[in-house]
């Protein structure tokens, strides 16, 4: 069992930054795949971004590639989205989630591929 926390979510003008971190309670996470998610009330959770277990692979989003950057630190057990040049649309819950044995170099970009989720975030950026 895994247990993940999400934190650094807030409000934030349109332009802004801000940098969400994801810490788990056990291991490092260079035994997981690990994807930020983000959802809307009434709307299917969408992936972000993820990256591979080696650490180096890394998939985004169309909407948010080139402004989201993930990455991970395996000293302090953590995983980082940042986030700059914030729109309004980018308004959600963010979710940190980690798969289970996954192929090294893979990223998951779809919900189902993961086995724990963390509580989430809440991003809120004003126009």
């Known amino acids: 069992q895994v247990q993940l926390a999400e934190s650094g979510g807030g409000l934030v003008q349109a332009g802004g930054s801000l940098r969400l971190s994801c810490a788990a309670s056990?291991?490092?996470?260079?035994?997981?795949?690990v994807g930020w998610f983000r959802q809307a009330p009434g709307k299917e959770r969408e992936c972000v971004a993820a990256?591979?277990?080696?650490?180096?692979?890394?998939y985004y989003a169309d909407v948010v590639k080139g402004r989201f950057t993930i990455s991970s630190d395996n000293a302090k057990r953590s995983v980082y989205l940042r986030m700059n040049i914030l729109k309004p649309e980018d308004t959600d819950a963010y979710y940190c989630?980690?798969?289970?044995?996954?192929?090294?170099?893979?990223?998951?970009?779809?919900?189902?591929?993961?086995?724990?989720w963390g509580q989430g975030t809440q991003v809120t950026v004003s126009s």
């Open positions: 056990r291991s490092t996470f260079s035994n997981y795949a």
């Open positions: 990256i591979a277990r080696d650490g180096i692979n890394t």
């Open positions: 989630a980690v798969r289970s044995a996954p192929a090294y170099t893979q990223t998951y970009s779809y919900q189902g591929a993961y086995d724990y």
